[in-house]
């Protein structure tokens, strides 16, 4: 008889293994059902033990797939580095189906097409030099200097060696048109993994990975690190300063930090590949002296665009549309008449009913956590999110006294059908993820490079990495709306927004323009954006993020309790807190009802804790119970 701990992937199993006996000998790493309590769960051996003192129960099936080393070393890694249970842990390694039989893995091997790539340019020769002489680097170039170009050109010698390259894409949009690039410059097997994928496909490219009968590229979202690679010489993540890469379900991992040490399991190289790098994740590659490789030169042409800010505050410039200043329509006009394309881009983030200046564009904040205030009418007050701070609303801006003061919700609706009536003619589409739902990204995507459509509409999909040869006009509607959000990214996240839409032009197709319409036109952030100065950018919000104590000076975590009434919601929480703020080098800050407080079929209520030491803070959320909703390394604390 042999006696085998299993890691069970099954929700609420503890941070621990579980012993079942077999009579067959089994290897670590294989994928086994179990019984576990009154259902049949499905595990990954872990270690092989001496016979208990307790009774065990036999395993019920020991399926032919295992767990590579390597994955298991990766396994092993996150169940110290995050507070989550085993169990859900454990379920990322396992594929769906598997229990069914699927196909020789040997039978997926798509067609292997590639075309010459032009020559590298000064830039990506000196940033190909980097990476070839580096383990880890960040490739960081404005959009259109070719990072994509360098980044597959390495790892076609990567393939050369025999060795796998894994590419981790920020969203399923992408996807399709990361794989005709990368189809074209590797010709080697290309496997893209995405949801979209049915169970038993996915299944076989595990079993794929897990062959390793040849040198093939991978591409696909986080899930695709779960994958059980033999012998990985290279990950790149594309877009890295993606949100996509944070898991928002249990358990809540952040994929560049797993990519990184996937990368070090392997003793492969790693590549984070963007424009605009998070705050945090730049912090650490300075802290940790990773090489930087800086690319400046657009790629495809000297042609840049120019960008102007547009005062929302002076009414004189938009006399023919509440929303769109008169230059821009101007612009729009032209670009329809050269058969040119306009995106505008809308930032939905803004939803919190805040109160903001007029005259100056002051947000009031609160002075504890630096974030902004959210307005309740109902009450006449201020309150915060974060440390639940409740403020008297005042009449006169704090800022420079004027009584010309908005109470409003960030936002635009309906602003395709506007567009629609101003121009006509145009072929308008909107592009976001409420319209990808319905219909496919690919497509839309494609009308949307071959120029089907005349004026695209959109919120934060479109600011991502797409490449549109006949867009010559871009314009950012209210900029400075995700300010108004109380949240310490929120700066970030709009600046990166911004960057990376009017990064949509000036890509060396064509003249173009880019516009930015805010009431701050004065404000760090916008000024950064629209000189494209990411360094910037990063000096002021560094400068920011040490006053408050925020990332990367403290690591953080969102703690989230949710019950049917308010008040058990509450005392829990505030229970929690008294116990939690007896351990030293832990701040809390709350507790406090949750921005969005009755969006899950009941009352949530939360604690923001901080601490100088991850490992302090790893350790006081192991102990909460499993009624606890934990965030670590969150990319937003509401």
């Not at 060795?163 to 399709?176: F, R």
């Not at 509440?322 to 329509?329: C, H, V």
């Not at 939690?580 to 949530?604: D, I, K, R």
Request: net charge positive; hydrophobic share 40%.
């Amino acid at each position: 008889m042999t006696y085998i701990e299993v890691s069970i992937a099954a929700p609420f199993t503890g941070r621990k293994f579980y012993t079942y006996e077999s009579v067959n000998i089994i290897d670590i790493g294989t994928i086994v059902q179990i019984p576990f309590g009154t259902k049949k769960s499905l595990g990954i051996v872990r270690n092989i033990v001496k016979k208990p003192t307790f009774k065990t129960k036999p395993i019920q099936q020991i399926t032919p797939l295992i767990v590579s080393a390597k994955s298991l070393q990766l396994l092993r890694w996150m169940e110290h580095f995050y507070p989550y249970d085993f169990g859900e842990i454990t379920n990322l390694f396992i594929p769906q189906n598997a229990l069914t039989k699927s196909r020789s893995a040997s039978s997926v091997r798509p067609k292997v097409t590639a075309t010459i790539q032009p020559k590298l340019t000064k830039d990506q020769t000196e940033a190909l030099q980097i990476i070839q002489s580096n383990q880890h680097v960040l490739l960081h170039g404005d959009t259109g200097t070719g990072k994509t170009r360098v980044y597959l050109d390495y790892a076609n010698s990567v393939l050369a060696q025999g060795k796998s390259v894994l590419i981790l894409t920020p969203e399923i949009g992408l996807t399709p048109q990361l794989k005709q690039t990368i189809a074209a410059a590797c010709p080697y097997p290309l496997h893209v993994v995405h949801s979209q994928n049915t169970p038993a496909y996915r299944k076989l490219i595990w079993q794929t990975a897990a062959a390793n009968t040849e040198p093939a590229v991978f591409v696909g979202p986080r899930s695709s690190l779960f994958l059980p690679y033999q012998n990985l010489g290279l990950v790149v993540i594309d877009e890295a300063h993606d949100n996509s890469y944070k898991s928002m379900q249990s358990p809540k991992y952040n994929a560049v930090y797993v990519a990184a040490q996937l990368a070090k399991v392997h003793k492969a190289h790693f590549i984070q590949s963007t424009a605009t790098p998070n705050v945090a994740d730049y912090a650490a590659i300075q802290n940790h002296q990773v090489p930087i490789a800086r690319m400046t030169t657009i790629a495809v042409g000297p042609i840049k665009a120019s960008g102007q800010v547009i005062d929302l505050r002076d009414k004189q410039l938009f006399t023919k549309h509440r929303l769109i200043a008169d230059e821009l329509l101007r612009a729009i006009e032209d670009a329809l008449q050269n058969g040119e394309q306009t995106m505008l881009f809308i930032n939905r983030r803004g939803s919190a009913r805040i109160v903001q200046c007029n005259a100056c564009g002051h947000i009031r904040a609160c002075p504890t956590c630096g974030l902004p205030l959210t307005y309740h009418h109902d009450t006449h007050k201020m309150s915060c999110h974060i440390c639940n701070q409740t403020y008297h609303a005042t009449s006169q801006c704090a800022a420079c006294g004027s009584a010309d003061l908005l109470y409003f919700s960030p936002g635009t609706k309906g602003l395709e059908q506007e567009i629609q009536s101003l121009f006509p003619k145009a072929r308008v589409i909107r592009f976001d993820l409420d319209v990808s739902a319905k219909d496919t990204i690919q497509r839309k995507l494609s009308g949307l490079q071959t120029g089907a459509y005349d004026i695209i509409i959109g919120t934060q999909l479109i600011s991502k990495g797409f490449d549109l040869p006949h867009l010559s006009v871009v314009g950012v509607l209210n900029a400075d709306s995700g300010f108004s959000i109380p949240d310490f990214r929120a700066e970030e996240i709009t600046f990166q927004q911004i960057y990376q839409v009017t990064g949509r032009v000036g890509r060396g197709h064509t003249l173009s323009k880019f516009f930015i319409q805010t009431r701050q036109p004065t404000h760090p952030v916008i000024e950064a954006a629209l000189h494209r100065n990411w360094q910037d950018f990063y000096d002021y919000e560094l400068h920011k993020r040490k006053l408050f104590t925020y990332p990367p000076f403290a690591y953080l975590a969102v703690l989230s309790i949710t019950k049917k009434t308010k008040a058990t919601a509450q005392k829990i929480a505030q229970k929690t807190y008294d116990l939690l703020n007896n351990t030293s080098q832990l701040e809390l800050l709350g507790p406090t009802p949750s921005y969005h407080e009755t969006s899950h079929g009941g009352y949530t209520w939360q604690i923001l804790a901080k601490s100088t030491s991850r490992a302090t803070l790893v350790a006081a959320l192991v102990s909460l119970p499993s009624e606890w909703s934990i965030d670590i390394d969150p990319t937003s604390v509401l």
